[in-house]
């Protein structure tokens, strides 16, 4: 397994409602903490290029985004990228920084994302959320974004007889472990009985089993594995990335307790990588909300198809665990800056990887994954790490 | 109510240079301000697909004939919308779910006419449409579920 790219520095903003920081701000701050993390990058001379993920213009009247990020970090004139692929915006970025530094093309690159949500009403923010699904079929009829979960989640509880407990215990130990990470939107614990008894949403998905709008930003400094040791000692190495598709609304899909794509980018990333699911040691998964991370379980392999609630219930993905997912406290408690959450599952993993993730440090971590879709999973992408000293 | 039309009102179909009426969702929805529900039949491999599209999702031709479909079909999947988009918010809580219509395809929209409570996965449903039809873009007629 020879490394696509190597980790060499990272940083992210503190996740949360960030009043009066707009993207630009956020991203220059995600970005002075990897450029102050790597006392031996010189970023002018050595940054190559920027590639960054953001997901809606409509947040801020705001496009054109990549001259203005890469400005504002102080690299004019070098050439900026903007990816989007909804949720999965800057996964999507971070696969194209890795084709530019697998081509040759570039030796040093920044990647990173960017959302800021929170001056945006709740329902403002639902309806741009919605615009990563079908117009003319899925928003026409009142179908919002919970609601494409809620129904893949019925279809789930349906199928296989995961309850409303199972998926409320994703969201309890997202904040246990939410509450470990200074870099949060919350950092409290909540119960099982907070989740079940919290205002419907989209049943039976439930305030507490979603997402969080958050203001954030992060970012990874990636080189070419054969300089990675110039600059750090640590590095963390990208040794598989995969990224697949599926139809853009839920109900063109055949089975709705499945993410295809997530399940497809996961196979090319597993054998890309050489290792299978069971040498997984930290994983950070997409948990918009608490139904998403049951299928991950599923699609990424750490369980059979639809033991995903049993999983949880045995706390194997708990800190302690067999496989502990989402340490950041994931998007559920961290919070989901939309285009921030690729690069800030990243940035967890090379936390994990290189003994700097403090109290929720996992043990002799040698090999990470992240998981990361857009909208319905109609984008998947998986990375898989491995420790590079 | 000024801004919604009957649908004696409603608007021609898109059609090519031959006249005949193009495989799009416009035309799709134009029909359900008629109360049909049509979908295409492939002509190359014989899927039958609704929403309409130009290219065969299975075999990737561009022959097509419209089908009209029956307008029967059991619920699959729902969810019961308790915070909704601006424009729906006066129906919440309201009902969704995805119907696999007898003749084959999958197709997502509102459940009216039933009581939230009664809803089941499998329950038999049937495809009814709006009768009034934006003004402005996109003047598209709702189809709806209810219980058949």
Same mark, same amino acid.
């Given at each position: 397994?020879?490394?696509?790219?190597?980790?060499?520095?990272?940083?992210?903003?503190? @996740?949360?409602?960030?009043?009066?920081?707009?993207?630009?701000?956020?991203?220059?701050?995600?970005?002075?903490?990897?450029?102050?993390?790597?006392?031996?990058?010189?970023?002018?001379?050595?940054?190559?290029?920027?590639?960054?993920?953001?997901?809606?213009?409509?947040?801020?009247?705001?496009?054109?985004?990549?001259?203005?990020?890469?400005?504002?970090?102080?690299?004019?004139?070098?050439?900026?990228?903007?990816?989007?692929?909804?949720?999965?915006?800057?996964?999507?970025?971070?696969?194209?920084?890795? @084709?530019?530094?697998?081509?040759? =093309?570039?030796?040093?690159?920044?990647?990173?994302?960017?959302?800021?949500?929170?001056?945006?009403?709740?329902?403002?923010?639902t309806?741009?959320l919605a615009?990563?699904s079908?117009?003319?079929?899925?928003?026409?009829?009142?179908i919002s974004f919970p609601g494409i979960f809620g129904m893949m989640a019925?279809?789930?509880?349906?199928?296989?007889?995961?309850?409303?407990?199972?998926?409320?215990?994703?969201?309890?130990?997202?904040?246990?472990?939410?509450?470990?990470?200074? &870099?949060?939107?919350?950092?409290?614990?909540?119960?099982?009985?907070?989740?079940?008894?919290?205002?419907p949403v989209a049943w039976p998905l439930k305030l507490?089993d979603c997402c969080?709008?958050?203001?954030? =930003?992060?970012?990874?400094?990636?080189?070419?594995?054969?300089?990675? &040791?110039? @600059?750090?000692?640590?590095?963390?190495?990208?040794?598989?990335?995969?990224?697949?598709?599926?139809?853009?609304?839920?109900?063109?899909?055949?089975?709705?307790?499945?993410?295809?794509?997530?399940?497809? =980018? =996961?196979?090319?990333?597993?054998?890309?990588?050489?290792?299978?699911?069971?040498?997984?040691?930290?994983?950070?998964?997409?948990?918009c909300f608490?139904i998403?991370?049951?299928?991950?379980?599923?699609?990424?392999?750490?369980?059979?198809?639809?033991?995903?609630?049993?999983?949880?219930?045995?706390?194997?993905?708990?800190?302690?665990?067999?496989?502990?997912?989402?340490?950041?406290?994931?998007? &559920?408690?961290?919070?989901?800056?939309?285009?921030?959450?690729?690069?800030?599952?990243?940035?967890?993993?090379?936390?994990?990887?290189?003994?700097?993730?403090?109290?929720?440090?996992?043990?002799?971590?040698? @090999?990470?994954?992240?998981?990361?879709?857009?909208?319905?999973?109609?984008?998947?992408?998986?990375?898989?790490?491995?420790?590079?000293? | 109510?000024?801004?919604?039309?009957?649908?004696?009102?409603?608007?021609?179909?898109?059609?090519?240079?031959?006249?005949?009426?193009?495989? +799009?969702?416009?035309?799709?929805?134009?029909?359900?301000?008629?109360?049909?529900?049509?979908?295409?039949?492939?002509?190359?491999?014989?899927? +039958?697909?609704?929403?309409?599209?130009?290219?065969?999702?299975?075999?990737?031709?561009?022959?097509?004939?419209?089908?009209?479909?029956?307008?029967?079909?059991?619920?699959?999947?729902?969810t019961i919308i308790y915070f909704p988009p601006?424009?729906?918010?006066?129906?919440?809580?309201?009902?969704?779910? +995805?119907?696999?219509?007898?003749?084959?395809?999958?197709?997502?929209?509102? +459940?009216?006419?039933?009581?939230?409570?009664?809803?089941?996965?499998?329950?038999?449903?049937?495809?009814?449409?709006?009768?009034?039809?934006?003004?402005?873009?996109?003047?598209?007629?709702?189809?709806?579920?209810?219980?058949?």
């Amino acid at each position: 397994m020879s490394p696509i790219a190597s980790i060499v520095s990272a940083g992210i903003s503190k @996740f949360g409602v960030r009043e009066g920081l707009y993207s630009r701000e956020l991203f220059s701050e995600a970005a002075k903490e990897a450029f102050d993390n790597c006392p031996n990058l010189d970023p002018r001379r050595d940054v190559k290029a920027l590639f960054v993920g953001m997901m809606s213009e409509s947040y801020e009247h705001q496009a054109h985004v990549a001259p203005l990020f890469l400005d504002w970090i102080g690299l004019l004139p070098k050439p900026a990228f903007r990816t989007e692929g909804a949720c999965a915006s800057s996964s999507v970025a971070m696969r194209t920084a890795l @084709f530019s530094i697998a081509s040759g =093309a570039y030796d040093v690159v920044i990647v990173g994302g960017v959302e800021k949500m929170t001056h945006v009403s709740m329902t403002g923010v639902t309806e741009i959320l919605a615009m990563a699904s079908d117009f003319p079929f899925e928003q026409w009829h009142g179908i919002s974004f919970p609601g494409i979960f809620g129904m893949m989640a019925v279809d789930h509880m349906h199928r296989y007889g995961t309850t409303e407990e199972q998926l409320a215990k994703v969201a309890v130990k997202n904040h246990d472990h939410g509450a470990l990470n200074p &870099k949060a939107h919350f950092q409290k614990r909540i119960t099982v009985d907070e989740v079940l008894s919290s205002k419907p949403v989209a049943w039976p998905l439930k305030l507490y089993d979603c997402c969080p709008r958050s203001d954030g =930003a992060s970012c990874l400094i990636l080189t070419s594995p054969r300089i990675a &040791k110039k @600059f750090t000692d640590t590095p963390v190495n990208i040794i598989g990335s995969g990224q697949a598709q599926d139809t853009l609304s839920l109900f063109e899909r055949d089975n709705f307790s499945t993410m295809k794509a997530a399940r497809l =980018a =996961a196979k090319q990333a597993y054998d890309q990588a050489g290792i299978t699911p069971a040498d997984v040691d930290v994983a950070e998964v997409h948990d918009c909300f608490t139904i998403a991370e049951i299928l991950a379980y599923e699609e990424l392999g750490f369980c059979k198809t639809g033991e995903g609630g049993k999983l949880i219930d045995e706390g194997q993905t708990h800190l302690g665990g067999k496989i502990p997912v989402n340490t950041s406290g994931g998007l &559920k408690a961290k919070g989901h800056p939309v285009g921030a959450t690729g690069t800030a599952q990243a940035h967890e993993i090379y936390l994990q990887l290189t003994n700097q993730a403090g109290k929720r440090q996992v043990a002799n971590a040698d @090999f990470g994954l992240t998981e990361n879709v857009g909208g319905s999973a109609s984008t998947g992408v998986v990375h898989i790490y491995q420790r590079g000293d | 109510m000024s801004k919604t039309m009957t649908r004696e009102a409603s608007k021609d179909f898109v059609r090519d240079a031959h006249g005949e009426i193009l495989p +799009i969702i416009e035309n799709f929805y134009s029909y359900c301000a008629e109360g049909k529900l049509m979908g295409i039949k492939c002509v190359g491999c014989g899927q +039958i697909m609704c929403p309409p599209r130009a290219i065969c999702r299975n075999c990737l031709s561009d022959k097509y004939e419209w089908v009209e479909l029956k307008e029967r079909g059991k619920l699959v999947t729902y969810t019961i919308i308790y915070f909704p988009p601006t424009q729906f918010q006066l129906l919440a809580p309201y009902a969704v779910g +995805i119907s696999k219509l007898d003749d084959g395809p999958h197709l997502p929209g509102m +459940i009216k006419n039933v009581k939230l409570e009664e809803i089941t996965i499998g329950m038999p449903l049937r495809v009814d449409y709006e009768t009034v039809i934006p003004k402005d873009w996109p003047r598209w007629a709702r189809y709806f579920f209810k219980p058949a």
